[in-house]
């Protein structure tokens, strides 16, 4: 059987919604006023359908499963089959179908006025969205099928409505389920959330069953799903509908599914920051502000502001939850949490809000942390995991070593930068670190990709249900497989401030891989930043490539600088180190492994074109950022 989405029943009434609202000759319009019932157009309200939705399903963009935080097993929700409703109220009946159909149903109305519902059917179809069949029968017909009976909806001490309205009750009937009102006395109308009510009473619950997969991960659900092309094209469908509302996107292309990705245009970063708030509002979808709003590293220019409105917020819990669990964060773990945080950065503030409900004891330092409070968190408090940048914790935790040889460490996540494996290596013999793992994240769209502890070097698992990660060439045409090229995001839970071919400014590829973890399909090769190309005497060094050079003197952290002075081309390499290096030594084995590095040219050697200069420091020498604690990777003083 097809699977159908909640979310194409959205988009449906969203648009009927619309019409109704602007044209009082809609067909929509049109065929409640000839059957005198206007009122039910207060039942076509897409964004509170959603939010009773997503609130009742756990999440309408984790649908049809239901992740549990504590266990991190999932409930798998699926349609009851066939719906059958007696039409003995016209709101009744509409409530029940706009349910029915978002739980992917089939629905039988038996009814005495059969062209009404015919028509409404009609209506809904017309914006062109996959919806389940319907039908009509007579009164009293025989019928296959779940027969659910819609209660009514009883208003309270209240003359506004009496009891033959088609959408209100005046009065409890005998025999009848009721959801009974209360309005507020000198308010009009009973206030009351329809699709709240309803998606909060029995009468929901029997339109879908559930069962419990136990020691089903979220993420093995969803790749073991034989409908998973189904699923994203519904998932995108929803997305770009949304998307539509913000005056950026407003001229959008529908989209079947996933094969139209192409058709849409590539999101670039100087259009996203001159869209997006305070300097414009074309990114903004004008729905009631809720949520958080999260702000960039600034390592290249301005600061960019994010903003998650709250569903947003809450699909990036959901999504994390599972995936810090798939990290190796186990009930009963203490976290400290030393990601950097403060002036809006969300590395701190997503963590904190995610940890928070799970089953674990967390500790929030951020950057405040120093050696001093890691020994006594570990020693006073049992902190078995560490979660940080490797720029900023390396330091500490080499510090406190040295202050107490006895320091163990379970478990490291980290994120912001890559970890070296020399640094890797460090962990395991010194402090006895048994998993090592990282998130691939970008403040604008969140994790990208994670590497579980059977992973290497830059290789992370992708979750396209949360991002939806391209490869394309320069023109923002795809790549296929195993090609590298420049990485596109298209943030599939994010629908204020939307994401849609947004080029992160990251390079990668993507392959298909059988892990040792578990977990087959696609994986991203990172490849660091788009900038990360050096490029000087007509050829290009990548940064990645040095950094990876330098792994046997185990180098933690290296910065390229550039610059022009008297027509010489200068490259400035900074190195980072636990180990008490020697410039001269690491020159020589740069220039060895890339001859683009040396002081060789085909012109008069009384000329100097290029000059390369090695520097070491200690660790925690070179300058972070003070917002997202990184260090500048790649400066280039030619472009100033």
Known sequence: MTRHHPTDLLLAVDHVQRDLATDAASPVARVLKEADLLELGALLDADALAQALDEALGGLSQFPWRPLTDTGDVWEQTPVGRVVLDDTRAGNTLRGLL??????????????????????????????????????????????????????????????????????????????????IRPTPGRPGPQAPVADLDCRSPWFRELFTSVYLAGTSLD?????????????????RYLVGMARRTAHYRDLPRVDGVADLARLPVLEKAVLEAESLPRGRAMSSGAVPSGEVLRSGASGGEPRYI??????WENMVRE???????????????????????????????????????????????????????????????????????????????????RDPGLRLDKVVYGGTPMTESDKQWLRDELGTRSITSILAANDGAQIGYQCDRLGGTLHHVNDDYNLVEVVDEDGAPLPDGETGHLLITAM??????????????????????????????????????????????????????????EEFRVSQLQAE?????????????????????PAVLHAALTEAFPAL???????DGLRLFELVVECH???????????????????????
């Open 99 to 180: 349910l029915s159909w978002a739980m992917g149903n089939t629905v039988l109305v038996r009814t005495s006025r059969p062209a009404l519902w015919r028509s409404v059917f009609e209506v809904l179809r017309e914006p062109g969205f996959p919806l389940p069949a319907a039908e009509v029968a007579a009164p009293g017909t025989d019928a296959e099928g779940t027969v659910v009976t819609v209660p009514d909806l009883v208003v309270l001490s209240s003359d506004a409505v009496t009891p033959s309205d088609e959408l209100y009750a005046g009065a409890v009937r005998p025999g009848v389920p009721s959801v009974r």
């Open 220 to 236: 093995a659900a969803r790749r073991a799903d034989p409908d998973r092309a189904s699923r994203m094209d519904a998932r995108l």
């Open 307 to 312: 903003v998650y409105a709250r569903t947003d």
């Open 320 to 402: 994390a939850i599972p995936l810090l669990r798939a990290l190796g964060v186990h009930n009963g773990d203490r976290v400290l949490n030393a990601l950097v945080g403060g002036g809006l950065y969300g590395g701190l503030m997503t963590t904190a809000s995610e940890l928070s409900r799970m089953r674990v004891e967390a500790f929030s330092a951020g950057q405040q942390v120093t050696a001093d409070l890691m020994l006594m968190l570990v020693r006073d408090f049992s902190v078995n995991v560490l979660l940080g940048q490797p720029a900023v914790v390396l330091p500490l935790l080499r510090e406190a070593r040295r």
């Open 493 to 550: 839970q994010k629908f204020e401030g939307p994401l849609i071919r947004y080029r992160i400014g990251d390079m990668g590829r993507v392959t298909e891989r059988d892990c040792p973890c578990g977990v087959s399909g696609r994986v991203l090769e990172y490849l660091g930043r788009s900038d990360g190309q050096l490029k000087f005497k007509s050829m290009t060094v990548y940064y990645g490539e040095m950094l990876a050079a330098l």
């Open 562 to 582: 550039l610059s022009t002075r008297e027509g010489t081309e200068t490259l400035v390499l900074r190195t980072e180190s636990r180990e008490k290096l020697d």
């Open 598 to 604: 040396s002081g060789e040219h085909f012109y008069d």
């Open 618 to 640: 200690p660790e925690g020498a070179l300058d972070r950022n003070p917002v997202s604690g990184k260090i500048r990777t790649v400066i280039d003083r030619r472009l100033d």
